[in-house]
T-cell receptor, first 110, second 114 residues
Framework: LAKTTQPISMDSYEGQEVNITCSHNNIATNDYITWYQQFPSQGPRFIIQGYKTKVTNEVASLFIPADRKSSTLSLPRVSLSDTAVYYC???????????FGTGTRLKVLA | NAGVTQTPKFRVLKTGQSMTLLCAQDMNHEYMYWYRQDPGMGLRLIHYSVGEGTTAKGEVPDGYNVSRLKKQNFLLGLESAAPSQTSVYFCASIKKEGQKNIQYFGAGTRLSVL
């Protein structure tokens, strides 16, 4: 399973766009990149998943360059309620094991 | 739609006691997982199941046992609790759509072992 590296923490202000980058240098051909969000005292919640280029949904965008050795989660116009821990996972297609790193603690300030 | 339900939400045990954590899902998912999360850490996989009657070890299986007698339930047992097992336990079930995997988590069980 590919190991991921993320910044430990980030601060932002309300209304700003936040970009969290994840490094996964040994990603394999059939691996997918997935991001989860976790609020205090709650289980993680799926945000977005992608394989290459750009994926967008109603809450975030995921940018994956051609070499796929990194990915960037983009949260547009964050609010205080986006304060959470964000986890980047590399998931091998057809595998059953998932490895969560320590994640990125995002704090949104007023 | 309840999703993934964990019981109990909180529990305090004495060293050496046993207990069972229950995870129930109503989404008809085949895959179910048990994780533990220690303060300031990410989740670590304890055991998982890819279908009724099957279980497998994850990253940190020692001291735990599991059973998946029914598709909708995944039980995590601690035979002889130790203080090192003080943690928050999360259960998840997985929706697979082709290559896409989405984990749905329960609210967690906070366990303290004294």
């Amino acid at each position: 399973l590919a190991k991921t590296t993320q910044p430990i923490s980030m601060d932002s202000y309300e209304g700003q766009e936040v970009n969290i980058t994840c490094s996964h240098n040994n990603i394999a051909t059939n691996d997918y990149i997935t991001w989860y969000q976790q609020f205090p005292s709650q289980g993680p919640r799926f945000i977005i998943q992608g394989y290459k280029t750009k994926v967008t949904n109603e809450v975030a965008s995921l940018f994956i360059p051609a070499d796929r050795k990194s990915s960037t989660l983009s949260l547009p116009r964050v609010s205080l309620s986006d304060t959470a821990v964000y986890y980047c996972l590399v998931v091998k297609g057809g595998t059953y094991k998932y490895i969560f790193g320590t994640g990125t603690r995002l704090k949104v300030l007023a | 739609n309840a999703g993934v339900t964990q019981t109990p939400k909180f529990r305090v045990l004495k060293t050496g006691q046993s207990m069972t954590l229950l995870c129930a899902q109503d989404m008809n998912h085949e895959y179910m997982y048990w994780y533990r999360q220690d303060p300031g850490m990410g989740l670590r996989l304890i055991h998982y199941s890819v279908g009724e009657g099957t279980t497998a070890k994850g990253e940190v299986p020692d001291g735990y046992n599991v059973s998946r007698l029914k598709k909708q339930n995944f039980l995590l047992g601690l035979e002889s609790a130790a203080p090192s097992q003080t943690s928050v336990y999360f259960c998840a079930s997985i929706k697979k759509e082709g290559q896409k995997n989405i984990q749905y988590f329960g609210a967690g069980t906070r366990l303290s072992v004294l």
